[in-house]
Every structure is written in structure tokens, then in C-alpha cells.
């Protein structure tokens, strides 16, 4: 008999299912993937300001509808999904924040730090919408370094995770990695330094 499908394998079976219009295969994928939405969705929530409202729960239910309302989307597989679900998640925070600093005045932007991993340490607070614009103008001029920091700063992926879903090589993710981090060093003003954390 043959061993169960893993997890991952399971995932992308069912993207794919569902992706060809299998409505019953979304219903199987939720149980599969909710514990990865949540701890991606904690992880952002980390970077919020102190005292905002948005519950780790709340931010996994609007990503997982918008990520539900996606027909175009021709899903690949796992990496391909917790992709998207990071650009939903990062659409919802950065939206949120804009909307709170709607009538506020000055308060300068907030350091951000990029550490080697998952760029999880903003000091003191993380500013969504200077680092989403800084990000949004490197995927202007180079598409491929702005999505390695969405996928492995919003996704949460792996240097090899990151490497197989773009179809480039780990060494390439690295040095694009380092390049993107000092290009969003030099975007931010100087009262948002990105300071590079160092193992």
C-alpha cells in the first residue's frame, strides 16, 4: 500500500483541483493550510503598531477570502499559494495603515530591520506604507529582486522555497536577496534607516 500523500504534494493536488473548478477541493485545502496562514499572518502582525485592532484571526479570514475570490489565478503549487496569500496579506496591512495615517501630519517614518531570515525585526515600529512604496518602486526597476523580498519577507518562504517558485537558483536568491536590501536602504528616507542584522 502506498504511503499517504505528503502535505505539500496534498496542497498542490488540491490547488490544482480546485484551480480546474472542484469546489469540494477548497473545502479539503482550508484544514491543510490554515495553521501556515496563521503563523504568517502573526508574523506581520508582529511588525504593526502597538495596540492596533486587527486580530491574527480577523487577518487569516479577509486574506483567505480574497485568496477564495481569485479565478484567474492557475495555481502551480504550494509555494505558488502562500505567494499569493502573502501579496493578499501585505494588500490588507499596507491598505489598513494608509487608512489610519489619513489625517495625521509628520510622525516620520519608522526604522525597518532586514535580518538574513524573514526580515520579522522592525525597531521600533514597522511603517507598512514607506516600505511598501519603497518596494513597489523596486519591482518598477527590477521586478525579480522585489518579489524575492515579497516572497520570503510577506510569504514567509525559504531561501529554497523562494528559489524552486521562481525558478532560479539558491545563490541567486541570496545575492539578489543582499542587492534588494541595500537598494531599500538607500529608497528609505534617513529617518526610516533599514539596518542589516548580521548572524
Given at each position: 500500500m502506498a504511503a499517504p500523500p505528503t502535505t505539500s504534494s496534498e496542497v498542490t493536488t488540491l490547488l490544482i483541483r480546485w484551480g480546474n473548478g472542484d469546489a469540494l477541493a477548497l473545502?479539503?485545502?482550508l484544514p491543510l493550510v490554515y495553521?501556515?496562514?496563521r503563523v504568517m499572518a502573526r508574523q506581520h502582525l508582529r511588525k504593526e503598531h502597538p495596540g492596533?485592532?486587527?486580530?491574527t484571526t480577523d487577518l487569516v479570514h479577509e486574506a483567505y477570502l480574497k485568496l477564495v475570490n481569485q479565478r484567474r489565478?492557475?495555481?502551480q503549487n504550494r509555494a505558488h499559494f502562500y505567494a499569493i496569500a502573502a501579496q493578499l496579506m501585505r494588500r490588507i496591512l499596507v491598505d489598513r495603515a494608509r487608512k489610519r495615517k489619513r489625517g495625521k501630519?509628520?510622525?516620520g517614518a519608522a526604522r525597518v530591520s532586514l535580518s538574513d531570515g524573514n526580515l520579522i525585526a522592525p525597531d521600533p515600529l514597522f511603517d507598512?506604507?514607506?516600505f511598501d512604496e519603497a518596494l513597489s518602486e523596486l519591482s518598477r526597476l527590477d521586478e525579480r529582486k522585489a518579489k524575492i523580498v515579497e516572497l520570503r519577507f510577506f510569504g514567509g518562504l525559504s531561501v529554497d522555497e523562494t528559489a524552486d517558485f521562481l525558478n532560479i537558483s539558491a545563490v541567486t536568491v541570496m545575492r539578489d536577496w543582499r542587492m534588494a536590501k541595500a537598494w531599500l536602504?538607500?529608497?528609505?528616507?534617513p529617518n526610516s534607516a533599514l539596518t542589516e542584522h548580521k548572524k
Open positions: 473545502d479539503k485545502l495553521e501556515e496562514l492596533q485592532t486587527l486580530q489565478v492557475h495555481w501630519h509628520g510622525g507598512f506604507v514607506a536602504h538607500k529608497a528609505l528616507n
